[in-house]
C-alpha cells in the first residue's frame, strides 16, 4: 500500500469495523502500543485488540469532506464523535493521523496516530497519542 492510502484506508476500517481492512493494513510483526502504554504485539494480538476492544465501542466520524458516518444502533451506545484531519502527513515511511475526539460526557482531545510502514507498505508500528484536554 501506499503512504498516503494507509490513512484514508485505517479511518474506513475503524469507522466500519472492518476486521478483515485491519488484517490486511497490518504487517505480521506489527506492534501497537496504546496511548495508556498498552502493547499489542504480533498481528494476532492487534488484530484482536481491535476486534475485541476498539469495535466495540461506537463513534459518530465527522469526516474532512464534510459527510457524517453514525453507526447503526446496535451493540454499544455511541460514546463520542471522532473528527480526522485529511490529508495526513505522510514522511518516507511515516505517517501521521490527527484526530479530534469529543467524548459523551463532554471531554474534548485530540488523538495523534503515528504509523510506521514496512517495506512491503504495511503497518509495522502503530504509536497512538493522547493529546492535553482541549
Not at 502527513?89 to 496516530?113: C, F, M, P, Q
Amino acid at each position: 500500500m501506499r503512504p498516503e492510502d494507509v490513512a484514508p484506508e485505517y479511518l474506513r476500517c475503524a469507522r466500519e469495523h472492518d476486521a478483515d481492512g485491519i488484517a490486511r493494513l497490518f504487517a505480521e510483526d506489527a506492534v501497537r502500543i496504546s496511548f495508556k502504554g498498552e502493547v499489542s504485539d504480533g498481528h494476532a494480538a492487534v488484530l484482536d485488540w481491535y476486534v475485541n476492544r476498539d469495535f466495540k465501542q461506537n463513534y459518530v466520524w465527522h469526516m474532512p469532506d464534510g459527510s457524517v458516518h453514525v453507526p447503526p444502533p446496535v451493540g454499544s451506545p455511541t460514546v463520542g464523535t471522532l473528527t480526522p484531519s485529511l490529508p495526513a502527513i505522510v514522511d518516507g515511511n511515516h505517517v501521521v493521523i490527527d484526530i479530534g475526539v469529543e467524548l459523551n460526557d463532554g471531554s474534548r482531545h485530540r488523538a495523534i496516530d503515528l504509523f510506521t510502514l514496512d517495506e512491503d507498505g504495511r503497518v509495522s508500528r502503530l504509536l497512538v497519542y493522547h493529546g492535553p484536554a482541549l
